[in-house]
Nanobody, 126 residues
Framework: QVLLVESGGGLVQAGDSLRLSCAAS????????MGWFRQAPGKEREFVAT????????MYADSVKGRFRISRDNAKKMLFLQMNSLELEDTAVYYCAASAASTIFPTKRAAGFDYWGQGTQVTVSS
């Protein structure tokens, strides 16, 4: 069992930066691929970024590639999402997720993640 708690969301202006954090507790975070997803009002949850257990592999949604960066600190059981050049379309609730899959590389499918945080709101204004 893994408990995930996100923080760092808030209200920012377009073009600003924000850093989300996700604290993991329970079984060692290094056993899991980790990911960030988001859900905007009236839309389905969508993939944002994922990172492999050791941090050597990352994958991003096309909409955030070049602007967002996912990272992790396994010693501190922390996951991060650095978001730069924020756009109005980035407004959503952002969720941290953990995947127990035994694959070498993580998936970008939400169904492939076993544990989820409660989410943190990111609102980008013009």
């Amino acid at each position: 069992q893994v408990l995930l708690v996100e923080s760092g969301g808030g209200l920012v202006q377009a073009g600003d930066s924000l850093r989300l954090s996700c604290a993991a507790s329970g079984r060692s975070e290094s056993n899991y691929h980790m990911g960030w997803f988001r859900q905007a009002p009236g839309k389905e949850r969508e993939f944002v970024a994922t990172i492999s257990r050791g941090g050597g592999f990352t994958m991003y949604a096309d909409s955030v590639k070049g602007r967002f960066r996912i990272s992790r600190d396994n010693a501190k059981k922390m996951l991060f999402l650095q978001m730069n050049s924020l756009e109005l379309e980035d407004t959503a609730v952002y969720y941290c997720a953990a995947s127990a899959a035994s694959t070498i590389f993580p998936t970008k499918r939400a169904a492939g993640f076993d544990y989820w945080g409660q989410g943190t709101q990111v609102t980008v204004s013009s």
